[in-house]
């Protein structure tokens, strides 16, 4: 990911941080009103649409979690909320985190999909290290993922922890049972870096860059929100929103070849 343009929002500090690790907090992105709606309007979405489960599966489980953990762990989790409220239509468009994914993938930046990730109480589900790209495979590397914090999240409620520098690697062959994830012998959690944020932050990753977190063993909700941005030259392969365009939040749309947005596509309705 070579940035040749002068960035302008990230300092040139913030983006060799970004070259080396494949990760970056940004502070402060959202401020304390901001939060404020963006807290309340997710937690009415969350009554009216989101399902709670034992968050992913596989045999990484066995590994991370005791069999107490493993029968209790608990993941609350939602898709597009953007179209439910319009705090979160705005979060998209955000001039401050759009301009600052620019630095980085663009200069144009295409919005592409939002998923929240809510771990519950004393039990919130860990997340086995992984690359995103298995979930919604693009052609290259011009994809970040935005993980805005409603909460602050702790070593104690399941942070963030990355594996510094392993953008670089490119796309790993993930594990297909269960959840697509690294063998937890091959990449263990304890190599990886953790990255505490707080209410308001933005940390960015790369699609190839290898996470994961632990079990939220606080008493409290730690909510987290994924919107993921790409530029739109890099055309997705597989997954998640595969065929769907989302709206520019920098810059205009190049027109490329062979690409169309159908404007009669369709919207499903079962009554
Ligand atoms: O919410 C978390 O703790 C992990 C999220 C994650 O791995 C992801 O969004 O890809």
């Known amino acids: 990911m070579q940035t040749v343009r002068k960035p302008q929002a990230l300092g040139a500090d913030d983006v060799a941080f970004f070259e080396a690790n494949g990760y970056l ?26 399902w709670t489960d034992k968050g992913w599966s596989g045999p990484w489980r066995e590994k991370y979690l005791s069999p107490e953990e493993n ?20 979060a998209v468009l955000n001039r401050r985190l759009a301009a600052s994914v620019a630095d980085l993938i663009g200069p144009e930046v295409e919005f592409h999909h939002m998923t929240l990730h809510a771990k519950g109480p004393e039990f919130g589900t860990p997340f086995p290290m992984h690359q995103d790209n298995p979930f919604y495979e693009h052609s290259d590397g011009r994809y970040l993922d935005a993980i805005v914090h409603v909460d602050a999240a702790t070593e104690e409620n399941g942070c963030l922890k990355f594996l510094a520098g392993s953008h670089r690697l490119g796309p790993l062959q993930h594990v297909k049972e269960g959840s697509p994830h690294l063998p937890p012998d091959e990449y263990p959690m304890e190599r990886a870096v953790s990255c505490p944020a707080d209410a308001g932050d933005v940390v960015l990753f790369s699609i190839y860059t290898v996470h994961g977190s632990s079990l939220n063993r606080t008493p409290r909700w730690r909510r987290v929100v994924r919107i993921g941005y790409r530029n739109p030259e890099n055309l997705q392969v597989a997954g998640q929103a595969m065929g769907r365009p989302g709206v520019m939040v920098h810059g205009l749309r190049p027109k490329l070849a062979g690409v169309t947005i159908d404007p009669y596509g369709p919207m499903k309705v079962n009554r």
């Open 25 to 50: 907090r940004l502070r402060g992105v959202f401020d304390a009103s901001e939060v404020a709606d963006l807290s309340e309007e997710l937690d009415e979405v969350i009554s009216r649409f989101a």
């Open 71 to 90: 029968a209790k762990s608990k993941l609350t989790a939602l898709h597009e909320m953007e179209l439910h409220s319009p705090a979160w239509a705005r």
